[in-house]
């Protein structure tokens, strides 16, 4: 099993669309979370952290659910913009000091007009 | 410009090859990393370091090694490139809180290895 899984897709949503991404993780001691959005051919870049208690971004939602072990990413009203591939990122705790940082594969989103 | 910088952009190259990808950066960020991303896996850690005299090796360092020549400078080499090397590879910094924080990412460098 992954460490950090997620639905490759893709998405084809049309405008104004809401569209919802999971992504599971296997470690339980994850202490961090993050979602990161890549465009075609591009690096990847930080679309916002995920805290505990939920947290929301204009048209972007993102919850966790420890319990469960999943996070989760909300986009409302979805713009052609948003196309892009959004990818899970999830920090294990390390008691050695080291780096564990793990990206999902990505979930693709396609809208279309 | 952009603020995380990799030479070249694109290579084309044979197997057997020696190939240095270079990343320089103007965050001043002591931590830096270097991934490759292959289709359907995501990004994957080859190598990092979080000051100029340490050197860790990541989740796929065989093959690759890497030199840090100075706080702005990671440099990725591939000694004997082999076809399965053939990815998109990306330099990352961050700061000291790098393990809760945001990553900082190159443009990325398209290496193929015929």
């Known amino acids: 099993r992954k460490e950090v899984e997620q639905d490759p897709g893709p998405f084809n949503v049309p405008e104004g669309a809401t569209v919802a991404f999971n992504c599971t993780y296997s470690n339980s001691a994850s202490q961090s979370f993050f979602w990161y959005r890549q465009d075609c051919r591009k690096e990847p870049k930080l679309l916002m952290s995920v805290y505990s208690s939920g947290n929301e971004d204009g048209r972007f939602t993102a919850q966790l659910n420890r319990a469960s072990q999943y996070i989760s990413l909300l986009i409302r009203d979805s713009k052609l913009s948003d196309s892009a591939t959004y990818l899970c990122?999830?920090?294990?705790?390390?008691?050695?000091?080291?780096?564990?940082?793990?990206f999902g594969a990505g979930t693709r989103l396609f809208v279309k007009a | 410009d952009a603020d995380v910088t990799q030479t070249p952009r694109n290579r084309i190259t044979k197997t057997g090859k020696r190939i240095m990808l270079e990343c320089s950066q103007t965050k001043g960020h002591d931590r830096m990393y270097w991934y490759r991303q292959d289709p359907g896996l995501g990004l994957r850690l080859i190598y990092y370091?979080?000051?100029?005299?340490?050197?860790n090796k990541g989740e796929i360092s065989d093959g690759y090694s890497v030199s840090r020549q100075a706080q702005a400078k990671f440099s990725l080499s591939l000694e004997s490139a082999i076809p399965n090397q053939t990815a998109l590879y990306f330099c990352?910094?961050?700061?000291?809180?790098?393990?809760?924080?945001?990553?900082?990412f190159g443009e990325g460098s398209r290496l193929t290895v015929l």
């Open positions: 990122v999830v920090n294990p705790l390390d008691y050695t000091g080291g780096f564990k940082t793990i």
């Open positions: 990352a910094t961050s700061d000291l809180a790098g393990d809760t924080g945001e990553l900082f």
């Open positions: 370091s979080f000051d100029v005299k340490d050197i």
